[in-house]
């Protein structure tokens, strides 16, 4: 079973290329799982050797473990370098000063350190912090004359890009200035295949984070704090910000809890911060990093802590994070890819919203007619412009793909292309009564 998702890994698809030779005893299958830093793969590839060793006429098993390719889950038009990128996660506060660039930095060797392909983004344009955190031969990035594209540098096997290797150092700029020149620097880099690109968020909830957010199909995001009540106000107003753009919010870092002497174990800066945003917020993982001043040396020497002492206490903390962020991922890519599906036995469309435990069906031609584009009601008087009878009653969706952790993009027969939100699907009238399967019939 998968932990995470409830259910076998035949029913999730895992099990790929199953050879059975029953003269000879022998069975061999790939495990193909959703990232390469599924924290239990070695106990999947142990099971699944048991499970089929004990059936009495199996004399040989082989099991080969692979993941999934790197894609995006999201339908819609993504910018040619964002195309093989599988999860892309936000490390953000609203607030400055309290840690973000070295939970994103420390995060992202961590994820690299269990086997994924990691790319860091520093979105940061008026004070970039990854020039400073990491030491890669080549502090320029290049371009690619041909393609007009940015080939990222490179830094113990992470991909990295920053304002800070432009060879401008840090920007004087208008807003809307910095959010084109953060959007090409994204958008137009090789990031090639990766399984998880982690973004370091600039403060703030301004232009900048909000053209982040609507470029890039976010994941998730993690928040970073610190105890004070003046950082738990900026938090949550980013966390609020995430909410309405409908990025799950997975983990809450508190930095400088803490510290340890003489046996005693001090908070100076007080309790709670990062606990008020769990409980207030509902975001399910906590986790504390202490005052420790490897922590704050590793930051500017230009190795990351969690590469400097991979067996320390503050590297255990971040390989929770890192196993935290991996299974939230998957939960979420889970979700949203099965959200809302089309059963052509019954001839409805299935939802259940991430999040909700409620699942209703919805007949096909309802949804089309609740169309709320332009092309169904007029945008300037609010007139329906698509009517009752123009949706035949028999009209069967061609094809239903995830759009963000909000939508889905439906294809219809006559060519048109509905984006249908969680929210608006959930107000439709459901039905109630609909056909058996023939199947069941007979």
């Known amino acids: 079973m998968d932990p995470d998702f409830g259910t076998d890994i035949v029913s999730c698809g895992f099990v790929k290329d199953l050879l059975i030779d029953e003269a000879l005893g022998e069975v061999s299958f790939r495990l193909e799982l959703t990232t390469p830093a599924c924290p239990i793969k070695d106990m999947f590839e ?103 594209t940015i080939i990222p540098t490179e830094y113990l096997g992470v991909k990295m890009v920053s304002f800070g290797f432009a060879g401008q150092g840090h920007a004087i700029m208008r807003g809307p200035m910095v959010s084109g020149v953060i959007n090409q620097l994204l958008t137009t880099a090789e990031w090639g295949e990766l399984d998880y690109l982690v973004i370091d968020m600039p403060p703030g909830t301004g232009d900048i984070q909000l053209t982040l957010c609507q470029v890039v199909p976010l994941t998730a995001a993690v928040i970073v704090t610190t105890p004070q009540k003046l950082a738990f106000i900026d938090v949550a107003k980013g966390v609020r910000m995430f909410s309405k753009l409908k990025v799950p919010c997975v983990a809450v870092v508190e930095n400088m809890c803490h510290f340890d002497a003489d046996g005693k174990r001090y908070y100076p800066f007080g309790r709670g911060s990062g606990s008020q945003v769990v409980q207030q917020f509902g975001i399910p993982h906590l986790f504390d990093l202490p005052i420790r001043p490897t922590l704050s040396a590793s930051g ?142 007979s």
């Open 46 to 148: 142990q099971q699944a050797n048991e499970v089929v060793a004990r059936l009495p006429w199996v004399s040989k098993v082989s099991v080969t473990m692979s993941a999934q390719p790197a894609k995006p889950i999201f339908a819609g038009q993504l910018p040619a370098g964002l195309q093989t990128i599988s999860n892309i996660v936000a490390v953000s506060s609203c607030k400055g000063g309290v840690g973000k660039s070295t939970v994103a930095v420390n995060l992202a060797y961590t994820l690299a350190g269990m086997g994924a392909r990691v790319g860091i983004f520093d979105a940061d344009v008026y004070g970039p912090s990854l020039p400073t955190m990491v030491s890669p031969e080549n502090r320029l990035l290049e371009m690619n004359p041909e393609k007009r």
């Open 300 to 441: 500017d020497s230009g190795t990351p802590e969690v590469v400097a002492d991979p067996q320390g206490e503050v590297a255990k903390t971040f390989q929770n994070l890192g196993v935290c962020v991996v299974q939230q991922c998957a939960k979420i890519r889970q979700q949203v890819s099965t959200a809302v599906t089309y059963d052509k036995s019954i001839k409805a469309i299935k939802v259940k919203v991430p999040d909700s435990e409620e699942e209703f069906l919805l007949h096909p031609a309802t949804v089309r007619r609740n169309d709320r584009s332009a092309q169904s009601v007029d945008e300037w008087t609010g007139e329906q412009k698509l009517q009752y009878g123009d949706i035949p009653e028999d009209i069967e969706p061609e094809e239903i793909r995830p759009m963000g952790n909000y939508a889905v993009s439906i294809t219809w027969p006559d060519g048109f292309n509905q984006i249908a939100p969680y929210d608006q699907l959930q107000m439709m009238e459901r039905l109630v009564d609909f056909p058996l399967p023939t199947s069941v019939q």
